[in-house]
């Protein structure tokens, strides 16, 4: 398969090229690594910051489900009442006013019944829905901070294996040095010996 004439190897090799020449040349670690973690701190408050404190408050204030029950409880409420009213015209039954009364108030019951349920369930609802959205909002942080835990975990191992490489490598010339003039010492005495 090719691209512009260009096989994915060409295209791939070219990536691989471009992505290498864009990446600046690093003399201290420690400043780059300080600058890309206070720009990823900036970029949040930039970019995430905001939402996320919107969700937080979404998620500690929330009560449309509540508030939708409460609507549809009312709306209910005239369509049962219309329900019942349509069904007795439809069969012509005439009821007297004490069967209306008992009617009436079998509705209202129901209602208002059927109101309390639906907005109890409502609650149970918004407590789980807020709950939920506070408990991923929770889990999201906790990984980014188990993530920067981990990198500078990372960070500080391989400063101390850089500080005893370090570290090694002095001790190691000095000893290579006091070698060098041992055997220089040596030769000279061997020198003036013969």
Do not use: C, H, W
């Not at 398969?1 to 420690?30: C, H, W, Y």
């Not at 993530?147 to 490598?169: E, G, M, P």
Request: charged share 25%.
């Amino acid at each position: 398969m090719s691209v512009f004439g260009l096989t994915k190897e060409q295209i791939d090799q070219i990536i691989a090229r471009q992505t290498a020449n864009d990446l600046p040349t690093v003399s201290d670690p420690d400043k780059a690594y300080a600058d890309l973690t206070r720009q990823e701190y900036l970029d949040y408050v930039t970019n995430y910051r905001d939402f996320e404190l919107d969700l937080i408050n979404k998620a500690t204030t929330d009560t449309s489900l509540i508030d939708q029950a409460r609507e549809d409880r009312e709306k209910a409420s005239a369509l049962t009442a219309g329900m019942a009213e349509r069904n007795r015209s439809r069969y012509g039954a005439a009821l007297t006013p004490v069967q209306q009364q008992q009617q009436d108030r079998r509705l209202q019951l129901g209602n208002t019944l059927g109101g309390i349920q639906a907005v109890s369930d409502a609650k149970i609802a918004q407590r789980e829905s807020n709950t939920r959205m506070l408990s991923d909002l929770i889990n999201i942080g906790q990984g980014v901070n188990r993530s920067s835990q981990q990198q500078l975990a990372t960070s500080a191992a391989n400063k101390v294996q850089l500080d005893n490489a370090y570290r090694q490598a002095k001790a190691n010339s000095r000893a290579q040095t006091y070698s060098t003039l041992g055997t220089l010492g040596a030769m000279a005495i061997f020198a003036f010996a013969f």
